[in-house]
């Protein structure tokens, strides 16, 4: 059974950073792109980041672009969201998502950027 684990959620100030984490088991993490995406209230679920099995390349949803880096650590079977110059409208759940034979999410991590 595929299991994701998204943590680091958190409340901080706009301008603030905060760093996401998602430990993967029950499959070669290695082998799989994985992805970051995000809910806000009310909204669907949108795509935020992803990156290829190597982490060699990322890709970033234009208004996170310069701001929110993924990365992973296959010997460690962890996926990363840096999250910098943070703003009130990046509120939402963020998960991390492998698709296999269907996308497989965690459970979230819930993200509030308020004064």
């Known amino acids: 059974q595929v299991q994701l684990v998204e943590s680091g959620g958190g409340l901080v100030r ?3 950073s ?4 998602c430990a ?10 994985t992805n970051w995406y995000r809910q806000a209230p009310g909204k669907g679920r949108e795509w935020v980041a992803s990156i290829t099995s190597t982490g060699l390349s990322t890709n970033y949803e234009d208004s996170v672009k310069g701001r929110f880096i993924i990365s992973r650590d296959n010997g460690k079977s962890m ?11 990046d509120t ?11 996308h497989y999410w965690g459970q979230g991590t819930q993200v509030t950027v308020s004064s």
């Open 79 to 89: 996926l990363y969201l840096q999250m910098n110059s943070l703003k009130p409208e």
């Open 14 to 16: 706009p301008g603030g």
């Open 18 to 21: 905060l760093r996401l984490s």
């Open 24 to 33: 993967a088991s029950e499959f070669t993490f290695s082998n799989y792109a």
């Open 92 to 102: 939402a759940v963020y998960y991390c998502d492998i698709l296999l034979d269907r």
